[in-house]
């Protein structure tokens, strides 16, 4: 069974850093493309990027090139989205998903980390 | 970049049929992906390729792609169909993957 699995909310004041993770099982991770998905409070999906885990070929959004970093560690089968700097307008749901191999559709998703950014 | 328009609201009564549409430049010439969005949980793929349903989703679930708009259509409407709906494309671009801006379906 193809599961990806996230890292648990987190509650962060604004200038600090965060790194949230997404472990992928049940497949191939080295083999699929990882997207990362914004969800704003009320809103609607926002793509950030993607990793390719098996080269860590990574792509952008223009929208979030150098506001976010992702990166896999593919001996772990795990990606990543990390901050540097947070900011209040951070506060979100973050969503991996996995694009699948033939129409780059997000046939599985994670369950969400949601990121509080509050001083 | 490619923009993805969706109508932010649609209403069906029970057993009725809803039809969501995404509109796009030509998306006929594009695969289409809709997800379903229930509150506080994580979206679901519910049509791929225009038309194509995964494992586990209802037939009355269907899809459509021509010309300048992609339609979802949800035979049978339940209660529990209640949901926001995504469309999505892979766009040959500097911003490729784009999602429509959703729409929110009421079973009345």
């Known amino acids: 069974e193809v599961q990806l699995v996230q890292s648990g909310a987190e509650v962060k004041k604004p200038g600090e850093s965060l790194k949230i993770s997404c472990k992928g099982s049940?497949?191939?991770?080295?083999?699929?493309?990882i997207g990362w998905v914004r969800q704003m409070p009320g809103k609607g999906l926002e793509w950030m990027g993607i990793i390719y885990p098996g080269d860590s070929d990574t792509r952008y959004s223009p929208s979030f090139q150098g506001q976010v970093t992702i990166s896999a560690d593919k001996s772990i089968s795990t990606a990543y989205l990390q901050w540097s700097s947070l900011k209040a307008s951070d506060t979100a749901m973050y969503y991996c998903?996995?694009?699948?191999?033939?129409?780059?559709?997000?046939?599985?998703w994670g369950q969400g980390t949601l990121v509080t950014v509050s001083s | 970049s490619y923009v993805l328009t969706q109508p932010p609201s649609v209403s069906v009564a029970p057993g009725k049929t809803a039809r969501i549409t995404c509109g796009g430049n030509?998306?006929?010439?594009?695969?289409v992906h809709w997800y379903q969005q229930k509150p506080g949980q994580a979206p679901v793929l519910v049509i791929y390729?225009?038309?194509d349903r995964p494992s586990g989703i209802p037939e009355r679930f269907s899809g459509s792609n021509s010309g300048n708009t992609a339609t979802l259509t949800i035979s049978r409407v339940e209660a529990g169909d209640e949901a926001d709906y995504y469309c999505?494309?892979?766009?040959?671009?500097?911003?490729?993957?784009?999602f429509g801006g959703g729409t929110k379906l009421t079973v009345l």
């Open positions: 390729y225009d038309s």
């Open positions: 998903a996995r694009l699948g191999e033939s129409y780059n559709e997000l046939d599985y």
């Open positions: 049940g497949y191939s991770f080295t083999s699929y493309w």
């Open positions: 030509n998306i006929g010439s594009k695969s």
């Open positions: 999505q494309v892979w766009d040959s671009s500097s911003d490729p993957l784009v």
